[in-house]
């Protein structure tokens, strides 16, 4: 995986293994995190990580 801590749309979209389409359709309905630096989107990995850690889908036993 790349180095570094913000990524382009096409490293994001392989981080989190989404289609780079499906990416720029989060992006510009504000459903994923990023930094807007001039026309370019950047993603940074650590909110990355926590966006998709808030969107796992836990076992219902998992809390007994």
Known sequence: ???GRYFNIAQAARYTALS???LQKLTSRRRVPF???GRRALYDRILLDK???RRAVLPRDWAT
């Open 1 to 3: 995986m790349e180095e």
């Open 51 to 53: 966006w998709m850690a």
């Open 20 to 22: 780079v389409s499906y």
């Open 35 to 37: 930094l807007k630096v």
